[in-house]
Every structure is written in C-alpha cells, then in structure tokens.
C-alpha cells in the first residue's frame, strides 16, 4: 500500500512541475526525495525506478551535462528533417505580429493579455459617420435594380460616396482622408453589407491596393499627388495581382518588367517594358489608376548588379500607351465592377515604383504586410453585416409566415437554422470587432487574418442557406422584393477572393502558424540557419519542456483537475477553461504532428487544416469571451452566448478526435487519445432547448435582437428604398397584439361562428367586425398589419419575354 502511495505522490509532483514547466532541477528533486522515501519505508524496486529517472533527467536535462553529449546528436538530427522554408515563405512569415493566437499555441494562455486592451467603441466622429453617411448610403440600395437594371451603382451614389470620402477611410487627414480606426473601417463595412457590390466598392480601395501601399510605402511626391485624389474620388484605383496562370499562387506570377532605356518626348528615359495579363481585378473597368504587381528584370545592368529583383509594385494611370483597360468579367450574384488588365511592351519611369527605385524588389513584402491587415477587415466584416442583416430578415419574415395557423418560427425545424443564424452573428461581429481593436492597438494579425477570413465566409455561406431555407419560396424568385437571393448567389465570391478558403484552412492558417506563433519552432529554424548551437539548445529543450508541459495540462484538465484560473463570471467561466485545455491539447497536438512528420507536413493537407480547425474555434470563441466579459449584456444575450460557446468547443473536439484518427503514426495517434481525450468525448453540440431560445429571440421584438442588428441599417425614412429590416421590426413591435387577434379569429372560424368562406385572413377580419367578435379598433389594426405582412410575402413577376437579352429568340407558345 505505501508502495502505491508513494508512486502517486511521484506522479502528483511530476505532473505539477510539468505543468508549470518548471524545468529538470525540480523534476529530480521529486524523484530523489520520493526515491529515498521508498528505499527507506516501501519499495526498493520503486526506489531504483525513481533515482534511474533522477539520473536520466539530470543527463537529458541540465545543459551542464547534455552540451556536451545529447544537443550536437539532436542539432545534427534536426538539421536534416527541419523543413526548407524558402525567401516567399520568410517574408510571409515575418510579416505581421504575434498577438492571442501565439498564446493559443503555449497550451497556458495569459488571459491577461487578451483582456487588458478593451473595445471603447468608435470616436464621435466614426459613430456619426455610420449612423449618417453610412445609412445614406445604403438607403439608396436596391439589390435587383443595382445587379440586374443597372449593373452598377446609381451616379448619385458614387458621387455622395467621393464627396464624403467613402474611399478614403485609410488616408491620414494631412493628405485629405478620414483616417478612420480599424473598428470604424470594420462599421462601415458591416453597415454597407446589405449590397454586396456597395461594400465591396468600398471596400477594395480601403483594403489591399494602391492607397493603402502608397500610405505604407510611397514616397512624399506619390503620397502628396496620389492620396488627396484617392481620397476624394478624383482617382479610383485597383490593383493587378492575380491572372490566368496565378491565383492563391500570387508568387508564380508570370508578368514581366524589364529595365531598359526609351526615348520619351526626345529625351532618353530609364523605365521598365512591361507585359502582363491580370484577371478578376475589382474596379478595373472604372479604375483610373493601377496599382500592378510584377517580375522586375535588369538583365542589362542598368540600375546594378542585380538581374532578377523580383516581385515588384508599380502606380500606372489608366491613359498609359500599351495598356488594355474597361471590360468586364460577371461575377456570379452580383456583376461588381471587375474585369481583366493587359499590357504590351507598356513603358513606365522608375518613379512609378510605389517608394521608388529603392522599393524595387520588395513587392512580396508589401502584399503581404499589408494582406495581414486588409484581409481581417474587408470580407469578414462583410460576411459579419450580411449574417446580422440575415438575422433581421429572416428572424422577421419566420414569425410573420404563418402555416398551419401558426408562425413557422414556432416550429422547430425552422428553430434550429435560426439558431444557427443567431449564434453565427454573435461570433463573426465578436471576432471582427475585437480583431479590429487589436489592429487600432498596434498589432498586425497575420494568422487571425487567416482565420476570419475563412471561417467568416463559411459562415457567411451556411447563414445565407439557413436564411434562405427558412424564406422558402420568398427568396427563390429574384427581383426588387428579393432582399436575400443575390446576396446568396454572390456569397462564393467571398469565399474564392482574398486566397481561396480551400487554401486558406488546408495550408496558411496552422501552416504559418506553426512556425510564426509557435513559443520555438522559429528560434530553432534560426538557430540552425546560423549554425548556433547554443541557441538550439536553449530553444530546444524550451521547446521539450513545453510538450511535456502541455500533455500534463491537456491531461489534468480533461480529467477534471487543476482546471485554468481564468477571469471570467459564473456565465462563462467553464467555456473559458475549456478553451485553456483545448490549447493545451493543440500545443500538444501541433508539436506531434511536427515531429512524426517533419517536412512532410507540409504535403498532409488534411491533418494541417484539422489542426488550422482547431486553433481557429479556439480563437473564435476567445473573441466570443472577450465580447461578453467587455459588455453589459442585454436579455437574452447569456444563451446566445452559451450556443456560440458550445458550439465553438464541440467544433474543436471534432477537430480534435478527427486529427487523432487520421495521424498517420498509430502509436503517437493512441497515446495522444489517452492524453488528450482520457474520458473520450465531452462537449455535445448546443440542445435543442437553447435552439428554440435563440429562434424565439431573434424572430420577435427582444433586447438581443435589437443588438444583433446595431450594427446595420434597420431604421426607415432614409433615401429611397425601403428597409426591410425595419418594415420586420415594425411588425415584431406589434406582434403580441396581432397574435392575440388571429387567434381570436381563428377560434371563431373553428366554432361556426365565421362564415365557412371566409379563408383569407382579410375576410375573417371583416366577418369578426360584423359578428362583434373585433371591435373596430381591432378590425382596423388587424386591417394595416395584414397590409404590411402580405407585402412582405409577395414576390414579384415580370413579362414573359423580360430576361431574354436577345428579344429575337423569344418564342411564342400561344399565338393568337
């Protein structure tokens, strides 16, 4: 028995060192006293285990003794099974900061960390933009008119977007923009969502292209021409990157400048002879100025000893001789302004490089810089407006359609993609807005970048079905009464532009996560770059120290013990401990699958993107957190909060059990299990009973409701469409009352005491007045509500030759 005792004690305190990290001295402290102990009260068998393991730990441990003996085994070890990283690779590695998501990959994060910056909200300034400009804007938005009658924005439109600077929201003031913070950009965007190609003409020039490289990168002369005209709409520009054979791909591109001399206007110029092919660029039919990225070539030598500079970023006016500009692709949903650029044998001056001849070559470097920002911003923040706007339509129209004499929201096979809207809202506006705060405190987020931009769009994707699904035949019959159909068949755009989803979760989330927010995976690389073992060492056997640090947390804590301390209310504490495991078994996870693969890695797509799955929901529901412990929350919010948590943490233990089946080394894969998921499976996806909650919530007139859609435009009066969302909340407000109503109606029908023919609802209005049943209040209100509901059922129709481009071809099937 005190054998026993005593081998729990051994453990007990090697667990607690581990997971602390405390190192190889405590570690052999705990063996030896233990090892004494049982030479002198129990086992002697027990005694030599433990002085064995003393004596391996101080070998393997202290870097007195493994200098001088183990590190140059491992050194020349690793150096062959590290993985290559090539200059694109570096370049994109560096880029950026690491903020949260380094954090995740420690397996202890500090919560302080992520809470000490608080979101304030927008300056009085920013506010008043979104809630006045903004709203303009989008009031003047009818989907079918802009995507099908005109295929373009209104000129009124694009003339109160210059003249109030909609484009110039990255410009600094002292060159004419608004210079807006990141969260203010993200509000604009959410706001602009209800029109794909709304948002996206504003957003595109806020994001990756011209202004935003000028800002970072251009010289004072390009910074002082360029910026007041982009500011103002003098200049729209776009920016020519991907093409027919460069895609995700953008390093392979295949477009050329070589260094030469011409004579321009009698004088010889030194400039670039460019030829290039670009496709799917935004705004280049409208585009005056673009922004091209290239090969630069000097095989003549005439800028140096350099021949191949390569990718290289260059401002050229739209009127340059040899450039082919104005036509247009269609971009299924929504035809925005997109189209293809050519050039041949187009000569520019070296200043047109953005930041000069000094800038030559730097290319890569600027996009991706400038990616790890514009990519948290644009799309998701669309994705996140579209999923708010989603909740206020089809929360709405649910509870006004009524089947089988009552509200289709009230039946659960509608509740639960309602719920699913919902709970999708709640995480994507959390993750852009916190995101957004972390950009304005200085952070450039390259892998959360990565990470909103997938999983925003997919959720965008499956909010946009939900929402669809539950409309039926309202949404399935396009024109001006369609508020939701375009935006739907649009939504693949999304998830194509900005490095395709596929790539995106498959290759860059975990891929460059790995090596840029790992606590060591870098320092190693770095380490044997230089040739410098010691820094190997130290980095090294962090990095050992880590793993067994990690599987005693992801252990213990899947047990039930040591569970975090985290600085969370009753409400949310458990999903905050949560998420402190599921990063221990991560780090775990990700440092196994490096090690048993190595450079392979790389190729095994599926196992990175199970594990890029895993850090994005715990990433995803750390926003969530971080939202709830920042707000005062509103009635209604804590289940809200509770499906978003439950379903982010059931996300991750599918991606979890899903890497453990499929890593290919069996052995490691079994041991993992034990580690990780001792108890097997403990997170369920969200009940039904927080579902029907969350569908009853957003489809009638609540405080949780009303926030979801703070970010959007869900008043009337403006402009000159008519707000869908705010004829629903209109609707919602009186919602009790009208209920009450047809209810009293239908009763009457049931009894006899209504006419058997009075089926529409019109006419057992008429018949409850006549029969005293309605007072005539009653009548009338029920009148005006029924008004409003059946013009928001109504869908409309057109003439039958209407969609035939070529009236030719139009047949005749019922001639007179």
């Given at each position: 028995?005190?054998?026993?005792?005593?081998f729990?004690v051994?453990?007990a305190?090697l667990?607690?060192?581990?997971?602390?990290?405390?190192?190889?001295?405590?570690?052999i402290?705990?063996?030896v006293?233990?090892?004494?102990?049982?030479?002198?009260f129990?086992?002697?068998?027990l005694?030599?285990?433990?002085?064995?393991?003393?004596g391996?730990?101080?070998?393997?441990?202290?870097?007195?003794?493994?200098?001088?003996?183990?590190?140059?085994?491992?050194?020349?070890?690793?150096?062959?099974?590290?993985?290559?990283?090539?200059d694109?690779?570096?370049?994109?590695?560096?880029?950026?900061?690491?903020?949260?998501?380094?954090e995740?990959?420690?397996?202890?994060?500090?919560?302080?960390s992520?809470?000490?910056?608080?979101?304030?909200g927008?300056s009085?300034?920013?506010?008043?933009?979104?809630?006045?400009?903004?709203?303009h804007?989008?009031?003047?938005?009818n989907?079918?008119d802009?995507?099908?009658?005109?295929?373009d924005?209104?000129?009124?439109?694009w003339?109160?977007l210059?003249?109030?600077?909609f484009?110039?929201?990255i410009?600094?003031?002292?060159y004419g923009?608004?210079?807006?913070?990141?969260?203010?950009?993200?509000?604009?965007?959410?706001?602009?969502?209800a029109n794909e190609?709304l948002?996206?003409t504003?957003g595109?020039?806020?994001?990756?292209?011209?202004?935003?490289?000028?800002?970072?990168?251009?010289?004072?002369?390009?910074?002082?021409?360029?910026?007041p005209?982009?500011?103002?709409?003098?200049?729209?520009?776009?920016?020519?990157?991907?093409?027919?054979?460069?895609?995700?791909?953008?390093?392979?591109?295949p477009?050329?400048?070589?260094?030469?001399?011409?004579?321009?206007?009698?004088?010889?110029?030194?400039?670039?002879?460019?030829?290039?092919?670009?496709?799917w660029?935004t705004?280049?039919?409208?585009?005056?100025?673009?922004?091209?990225?290239?090969?630069?070539?000097d095989?003549?030598?005439?800028?140096?000893?350099?021949e191949?500079?390569?990718?290289t970023?260059?401002?050229?006016p739209?009127d340059?001789?040899?450039m082919?500009?104005?036509r247009r692709h269609?971009?299924?949903g929504?035809p925005?302004?997109?189209g293809?650029i050519r050039?041949?044998?187009?000569?520019?001056p070296?200043d047109?490089?953005?930041?000069?001849?000094k800038?030559?070559?730097?290319?890569?470097?600027?996009?991706v810089?400038?990616?790890?920002?514009?990519?948290?911003?644009?799309?998701?923040?669309?994705?996140?407006?579209?999923a708010?706007?989603?909740?206020?339509?089809?929360?709405?129209?649910?509870?006004?359609?009524?089947?089988f004499?009552?509200?289709?929201?009230?039946?659960?096979?509608?509740?639960?993609p309602?719920?699913?809207?919902a709970?999708?809202?709640?995480?994507?506006?959390?993750?852009?807005?916190?995101?957004?705060?972390?950009i304005?405190?200085g952070?450039?987020p390259?892998?959360?970048?990565?990470?909103?931009?997938y999983?925003?769009?997919?959720?965008?994707?499956?909010?946009?079905?939900?929402?669809?699904d539950?409309h039926?035949?309202k949404t399935?019959?396009?024109g001006?009464?369609n508020?939701l159909g375009?935006?739907?068949s649009?939504?693949?755009?999304?998830?194509t532009?900005?490095?395709?989803n596929i790539?995106?979760?498959?290759l860059?989330?975990?891929?460059q996560g790995?090596i840029?927010?790992?606590?060591?995976?870098?320092?190693?690389?770095?380490?044997?770059?230089s040739d410098?073992?010691?820094a190997?060492?130290?980095?090294f056997?962090?990095?050992a120290?880590?793993?067994?640090g990690?599987a005693?947390?992801?252990?213990?804590?899947?047990?039930?013990?040591g569970r975090?301390?985290?600085p969370f209310?009753?409400?949310?504490?458990?999903?905050?401990?949560?998420?402190?495991?599921?990063?221990?078994?991560f780090?775990?996870?990700?440092?196994?699958?490096?090690?048993?693969?190595?450079?392979?890695l790389?190729?095994?797509?599926?196992?990175?993107?199970?594990?890029?799955?895993?850090l994005?929901?715990?990433?995803?529901?750390?926003?969530?957190l971080?939202?709830?412990?920042?707000?005062q929350p509103?009635?209604?919010?804590?289940e809200?909060?509770?499906y978003?948590?439950?379903l982010?943490?059931?996300?991750?233990?599918?991606?979890l059990?899903e890497?453990?089946?499929n890593?290919?080394?069996?052995?490691?894969a079994?041991a993992?299990?034990?580690?990780?998921m001792?108890l097997?499976?403990?997170?369920?996806?969200p009940?039904?009973?927080?579902?029907?909650k969350l569908a009853r919530?957003?489809?009638?007139d609540t405080?949780?409701?009303?926030?979801?859609?703070?970010?959007?435009?869900?008043?009337?009066?403006?402009?000159t469409?008519?707000?869908?969302?705010?004829?629903y909340?209109?609707?919602l407000?009186?919602?009790?009352?009208a209920e009450q109503?047809?209810?009293k109606?239908?009763?009457?029908?049931?009894?006899?005491?209504?006419?058997?023919?009075?089926?529409?609802?019109?006419?057992?209005?008429?018949?409850?007045?006549k029969?005293?049943?309605?007072?005539?209040?009653?009548?009338?209100?029920?009148?005006?509500?029924?008004?409003?509901?059946?013009?928001m059922l109504?869908v409309?129709?057109?003439?039958?030759?209407?969609f035939?481009?070529?009236?030719?071809?139009?047949?005749d099937h019922?001639?007179?």
């Amino acid at each position: 028995m005190m054998t026993f005792i005593l081998f729990v004690v051994a453990l007990a305190g090697l667990l607690i060192v581990m997971r602390r990290e405390a190192g190889a001295k405590p570690a052999i402290g705990v063996m030896v006293v233990v090892g004494f102990l049982s030479w002198i009260f129990a086992s002697g068998w027990l005694a030599l285990i433990l002085f064995l393991g003393a004596g391996a730990t101080a070998a393997a441990g202290l870097p007195g003794f493994r200098q001088g003996w183990l590190t140059p085994r491992i050194f020349a070890m690793f150096k062959k099974v590290a993985p290559k990283v090539s200059d694109t690779e570096k370049v994109a590695l560096e880029a950026g900061t690491v903020g949260w998501d380094g954090e995740l990959f420690t397996g202890r994060p500090d919560w302080h960390s992520l809470l000490i910056n608080r979101h304030n909200g927008l300056s009085e300034e920013e506010q008043a933009f979104v809630d006045n400009q903004c709203t303009h804007a989008i009031s003047m938005c009818n989907s079918w008119d802009i995507a099908v009658e005109r295929a373009d924005l209104p000129k009124e439109l694009w003339d109160f977007l210059k003249k109030e600077k909609f484009f110039g929201m990255i410009i600094p003031r002292e060159y004419g923009g608004l210079d807006f913070s990141a969260k203010a950009q993200t509000a604009v965007l959410q706001k602009l969502a209800a029109n794909e190609m709304l948002m996206v003409t504003v957003g595109v020039p806020n994001s990756l292209g011209p202004g935003e490289l000028l800002v970072k990168y251009g010289t004072e002369e390009q910074k002082q021409y360029y910026l007041p005209r982009l500011a103002d709409g003098r200049e729209i520009p776009c920016f020519g990157l991907t093409g027919p054979r460069a895609g995700s791909d953008a390093t392979s591109l295949p477009d050329t400048g070589i260094v030469c001399k011409q004579e321009v206007d009698g004088k010889e110029v030194l400039g670039i002879r460019l030829n290039f092919e670009k496709r799917w660029i935004t705004l280049a039919p409208v585009a005056t100025v673009v922004g091209l990225a290239f090969r630069m070539f000097d095989p003549d030598g005439l800028l140096g000893d350099i021949e191949d500079y390569g990718i290289t970023c260059a401002l050229i006016p739209r009127d340059t001789k040899g450039m082919e500009i104005g036509r247009r692709h269609c971009p299924i949903g929504t035809p925005f302004l997109n189209g293809p650029i050519r050039g041949k044998d187009v000569f520019i001056p070296l200043d047109y490089i953005i930041g000069g001849q000094k800038m030559a070559g730097e290319g890569w470097r600027m996009l991706v810089e400038c990616l790890s920002v514009g990519r948290c911003i644009t799309l998701p923040s669309g994705a996140a407006g579209t999923a708010a706007y989603s909740v206020g339509t089809a929360g709405g129209f649910t509870r006004i359609r009524r089947q089988f004499n009552t509200p289709v929201a009230e039946m659960e096979g509608v509740q639960e993609p309602l719920a699913r809207i919902a709970a999708k809202t709640y995480i994507a506006q959390a993750a852009v807005n916190h995101t957004a705060n972390m950009i304005d405190n200085g952070q450039k987020p390259a892998v959360p970048s990565a990470i909103l931009k997938y999983h925003l769009t997919e959720f965008q994707r499956g909010i946009l079905t939900d929402a669809m699904d539950v409309h039926g035949g309202k949404t399935v019959t396009l024109g001006p009464r369609n508020y939701l159909g375009i935006g739907f068949s649009g939504a693949a755009v999304s998830i194509t532009v900005e490095g395709a989803n596929i790539m995106t979760r498959s290759l860059m989330i975990f891929g460059q996560g790995a090596i840029r927010c790992h606590p060591y995976v870098l320092e190693e690389l770095a380490a044997k770059d230089s040739d410098d073992i010691r820094a190997f060492d130290k980095a090294f056997f962090g990095h050992a120290g880590l793993i067994f640090g990690n599987a005693s947390r992801a252990f213990t804590q899947a047990l039930g013990l040591g569970r975090a301390d985290v600085p969370f209310d009753s409400s949310s504490r458990r999903y905050a401990q949560a998420v402190a495991r599921f990063s221990a078994a991560f780090g775990l996870c990700a440092d196994a699958a490096m090690t048993t693969l190595g450079s392979e890695l790389k190729m095994r797509e599926l196992i990175s993107a199970r594990l890029g799955d895993m850090l994005s929901n715990l990433y995803l529901a750390s926003m969530v957190l971080k939202n709830w412990h920042e707000t005062q929350p509103v009635e209604g919010e804590r289940e809200v909060m509770e499906y978003s948590m439950e379903l982010l943490v059931n996300r991750t233990e599918n991606a979890l059990d899903e890497f453990l089946q499929n890593l290919p080394n069996r052995p490691v894969a079994m041991a993992l299990r034990a580690i990780t998921m001792p108890l097997g499976r403990r997170w369920n996806a969200p009940h039904d009973s927080l579902a029907r909650k969350l569908a009853r919530a957003i489809s009638t007139d609540t405080p949780i409701r009303h926030r979801l859609l703070a970010s959007i435009w869900s008043t009337e009066g403006e402009g000159t469409v008519e707000n869908p969302v705010a004829r629903y909340n209109g609707l919602l407000k009186d919602y009790d009352k009208a209920e009450q109503l047809y209810r009293k109606a239908t009763k009457a029908y049931a009894k006899g005491e209504l006419p058997m023919t009075a089926l529409h609802p019109e006419e057992r209005f008429e018949a409850a007045l006549k029969a005293g049943i309605y007072t005539k209040e009653e009548a009338d209100f029920m009148r005006q509500y029924e008004e409003v509901v059946l013009e928001m059922l109504t869908v409309d129709d057109f003439p039958f030759d209407a969609f035939a481009r070529n009236q030719e071809t139009v047949i005749d099937h019922n001639p007179a």
